[in-house]
């Protein structure tokens, strides 16, 4: 599929494509197969750059709170980045915390309301850096709740900055001539860091590059949330986002290039599932496989989620 | 001989420490996260023990900056919730202390001090911005089982901040006390609390130190949280307690606070049967600090003394009280242990007593025995002023 | 001229004022019957407008950052019909 960048009309691929057809209006007689908003989302708005994959995973838990019949029992601890403006459009009971603090919170949260899903909303600068021992902490004790990671290897809301997970040759204001192993180090790769630990029970890395990215990235939103209501331990779930603006690139080669880099260090899939960390291996396989499965999928027009 | 007073059955002879956790419980706290670190460790035990028991929970938490998130969390919910350590530990909090002021978070704080040297970072705050914490200095452990439960009440009352500033002293001794449940006016529920049944309905709600809400609802912004936070101090300034003696004829005042204001009173206390005219001033409160009752007895008095196990803190307040209406001067001074933790050379009856006499005889001060060894001595470099 | 008919099973309808023109919509519909507009919405974005041959699958929805789309299957497959230059 290739991009058709700027171009307009049918002028671009080997067919016409015809006229323009008529999108303002509600069509009748036709079924709504996906709804403009979920549930939980109050407004459209929000104050993401263009191209940005945040919007994406946030839609992705909220579809899948309401789809496992638990909003009315949910409540969101929130980190600082970008994403806390979400703290105003998502319809969740929620505590706004401090930069890298939301898993305690989250604990703190947790141990008064038991029956309560708790998740957090966190970046990668707030959890893998500012709030790197929290995170290890309560996932070691085994807290029932769910961190969300979102991680698009920068810190975004101060500019595009070098974080723990940005990887080796990746510019930023902080690592102009791109991260050298030798001055600045090595990317940590926090999921695999977290599956580790004995009292993480389910714990996936998603991404929202694709739209079957985006929809297997829902599934593991589910799958953690599920973890939890068994009360199995500390559920994790990272997503790789776009973030063009702090990646200093074009807006429509977001996925590309996440593809090309953040996505080849830390590697798509279900990291760790019934207390069995998985290979590195297994989920190169797996991804290969899935993709097949989706294309084949969206070629008959249907997407399963 | 007389027969020996009937024994009260109720009192326990227990640990200032289990004291005060006995008397959060009693309060109803019913979450606490602390770190170990002496000399507050005991009272991280003491929770970790007592809470279980009541359905509540006490985590040892992996440094005291996750143990004030966790106590962030469960107040969140609405619950009595407590978090402490000593002033070392407390500084690591600041940043989390100064959002959940502005959050309106009732947190009760306690310090287990290795001395008066926190005065600053309790009433003026290590964190950042505006604000205030309600602070009680009690003198004993029975004050401090009572001031435990007014901490709660006020915090819950002005959704506010409260720290107990206690000491290795208050920690460390024993006392036989019964802790018994204060009964206090009622206060509004809690509807501003989260527990996520509210989720999903359209009403759903922010815990937040930030000026925003939910989409549809109004908001501060960030300014008007600060101006709103600012405007409750005045308040709050009204829950000021102090205890006096002595005042009415009182040429030199001493004022001192917290477990070595027990030593300057038995030692005012000798002087005073030895003619002398001295009172004293004891606030409960350190913040809010009472500046009016010092400024009445600045009106009346020679000098005032202020008494403090530190460099000299608490001087600064007793001197905006007094308002230049008599000199204020130190009569205290560094005094620790070797270990750094408890008591020194300066907590004892006699060297008080001769510290408040030089004050009141308008004799000069002598050096804290030992300390003469640690004084610092200027370098070459440092003889002139930077202009 | 050629007189060209593609079956349509799906629409969308598209928030042209909410559209921050990052263009993802486009590789991911896989008929590609998405194409952006020459046009520039209140906040000068292009916006993405739709051609003959929608499935509703909803790949655009899925990829969309701004909650533009809302998508949408017929009862029964609509034709649609257009004279092409292109042979």
């Not at chain 1, 779930?237 to 807006?251: A, N, Q, R, Y």
């Amino acid at each position: 599929m290739t991009s058709s960048g700027t171009s307009s009309g049918a002028s671009s691929g080997p067919h016409d494509l015809g006229p323009v057809l008529d999108t303002s209006t509600a069509p009748d007689g036709a079924r709504v197969v996906e709804p403009l908003l979920p549930d939980l989302l109050l407004t459209q708005q929000h104050q993401m750059c263009p191209g940005c994959g945040e919007p994406i995973a946030v839609r992705g838990y909220l579809e899948a709170l309401v789809d496992l019949g638990v909003a009315q029992q949910s409540i969101a601890v929130v980190g600082i980045g970008c994403y806390t403006s979400f703290s105003s459009s998502m319809d969740v009971d929620l505590v706004q915390a401090l930069h890298g603090r939301a898993p305690s919170v989250a604990t703190g949260v947790k141990r008064m309301l038991p029956d309560r899903v708790v998740f957090t909303l966190q970046g990668d600068g707030d959890m893998v850096n500012e709030g790197l021992q929290e995170v290890l902490h309560t996932a070691a004790r085994g807290e029932d709740i769910t961190c969300i990671l979102l991680n698009n290897g920068v810190f975004g809301e101060t500019g595009g900055h070098m974080t723990a997970t940005s990887v080796i040759g990746q510019r930023t204001k902080s690592s102009l001539d791109g991260r050298d192993a030798d001055y600045h180090g090595y990317p940590i790769l926090i999921g695999d860091l977290i599956a580790r630990l004995q009292g993480a029970a389910y714990v996936a890395r998603g991404s929202v590059h694709n739209a079957g990215a985006v929809a297997r990235t829902k599934k593991m939103f589910r799958r953690a949330f599920e973890t939890q209501l068994r009360g199995e331990g500390f559920s994790f779930v990272e997503v790789l986002t776009m973030c063009p603006t702090g990646w200093f690139i074009p807006t429509a080669d977001g996925p590309s290039y996440m593809q090309e880099t953040l996505g080849e260090v830390h590697v798509m899939g279900e990291l760790k599932v019934d207390g069995r960390i998985r290979t590195t291996e297994e989920l190169h396989d797996e991804n290969a496989a899935r993709q097949a499965e989706i294309e084949a999928q969206l070629a008959a027009g249907e997407l399963r989620k | 001989m007389t027969a020996a007073p009937p024994l009260r059955s109720d009192r326990v002879l227990m640990e200032g420490s289990e004291a005060l956790v006995r008397s959060a419980i009693a309060a109803g706290c019913r979450f606490f996260a602390g770190y170990p670190m002496t000399p507050f460790t005991e009272v991280l035990e003491h929770f970790a023990r007592l809470l279980p028991d009541v359905g509540g929970a006490c985590v040892n938490a992996e440094s005291e900056l996750e143990a004030v998130g966790m106590a962030w969390g469960a107040l969140a919910t609405g619950a009595r919730a407590a978090t402490g350590s000593t002033g070392q530990g407390l500084s690591l909090m600041q940043e989390s202390f100064s959002e959940i002021t502005l959050a309106e978070l009732p947190l009760v704080i306690f310090n287990m001090a290795r001395g008066q040297q926190d005065y600053y970072q309790a009433t003026r705050g290590g964190g950042h911005g505006d604000y205030r914490h309600i602070v009680l200095a009690p003198h004993d452990i029975s004050e401090g089982v009572a001031l435990v439960q007014l901490a709660f009440h006020l915090a819950d009352k002005w959704r506010n901040p409260v720290l107990v500033y206690g000491d290795y002293l208050l920690a460390h001794t024993q006392e036989a006390v019964a802790v018994e449940t204060i009964a206090y006016p009622p206060l509004p529920p809690k509807d501003w609390a989260v527990d996520g049944r509210a989720s999903g309905s359209g009403q759903s709600r922010n815990v937040t130190p930030l000026g925003v809400s939910k989409h549809g609802q109004p908001a501060f912004g960030q300014e008007g949280r600060a101006q709103y936070a600012a405007s409750k101090i005045p308040y709050m300034e009204r829950e000021v307690r102090v205890e006096t003696a002595f005042l009415d004829d009182a040429d030199t005042v001493i004022v001192a606070f917290g477990t070595p204001s027990k030593f300057v009173r038995y030692a005012i206390g000798r002087l005073r049967e030895a003619g002398h005219k001295i009172g004293m001033i004891r606030p409960i409160t350190l913040w809010p600090f009472p500046y009016d009752t010092v400024r009445a007895a600045a009106g009346r008095a020679r000098v005032i003394g202020s008494f403090e196990l530190c460099a000299g803190q608490m001087i600064d307040d007793v001197r905006i009280g007094a308002a230049g209406q008599a000199p204020v001067e130190f009569i205290g001074g560094v005094s620790t242990d070797g270990s750094g933790f408890g008591v020194g050379r300066l907590l004892d009856v006699d060297v008080i007593e001769q510290r408040i006499l030089a004050l009141h005889t308008g004799q000069p001060l002598g050096m804290i025995p030992g300390t003469d060894v640690y004084r610092y001595e200027l370098a070459p470099h440092q003889k002139e002023p930077t202009r | 001229m050629t007189r060209i008919t593609v079956k349509t099973r799906g629409t969308v309808t598209v928030d042209v004022e909410t559209c921050k023109g990052c263009e993802l919509c486009i590789p991911a519909c896989p008929p590609g019957v998405l194409t952006m507009s020459d046009g520039v919405n209140r906040t000068g974005f292009h916006w993405p407008e739709l051609h003959a041959g929608c499935t509703g699958c909803a790949a655009c929805l899925l990829v969309c950052p701004d909650f533009v789309f809302e998508v949408f299957r017929y009862a029964e497959p609509v034709d649609h019909e257009f004279d092409s230059e292109t042979p």
